[in-house]
């Protein structure tokens, strides 16, 4: 079963930029991962997302144009890259590994999830 470590979270200001990354102990490469958040309080979201080639990325519109996901697959690490940073991305944050190679934007398409890491924005 995959494993998923993600790291890079921590405490920042408004505006700061901050990459997350999220290893895999299993072979991602055919896979699609994406990003999902959870804040106090509120439901799990989507964030992004990406296709097992990287053709193909989605994006949350909250976080459209300031957030990039990428991803190595010959380092078996995934990506996000987060700048202009707002108080409102405060959450942990949620690396995935989707059920086929193709991009979704839907939790249930995804398998096996890491235990977080939480991204705070003070304003």
């Known amino acids: 079963q995959a494993q998923l470590v993600e790291s890079g979270g921590g405490l920042v200001q408004a505006g700061d930029s901050l990459r997350l990354s999220c290893a895999a102990s299993?072979?991602?490469?055919?896979?699609?991962m994406g990003w999902f958040r959870q804040a106090p309080g509120k439901e799990r979201e989507f964030v992004a997302a990406?296709?097992?080639?990287?053709?193909?990325?989605y994006y949350a519109d909250s976080v459209k144009g300031r957030f990039s996901i990428s991803r190595d697959n010959t380092k078996k690490t995934l990506y996000l890259q987060m700048s202009a940073l707002k108080h409102e991305d405060t959450a942990v944050y949620y690396c995935?590994?989707?059920?086929?190679?193709?991009?979704?934007?839907?939790?249930?398409?995804?398998?096996?999830w890491g235990q977080g890491t939480l991204v705070t924005v003070s304003s």
């Open positions: 995935a590994q989707g059920r086929w190679s193709l991009a979704s934007m839907n939790a249930t398409e995804f398998v096996h």
């Open positions: 990406v296709s097992w080639s990287a053709v193909t990325t």
């Open positions: 299993g072979d991602m490469k055919m896979y699609s």
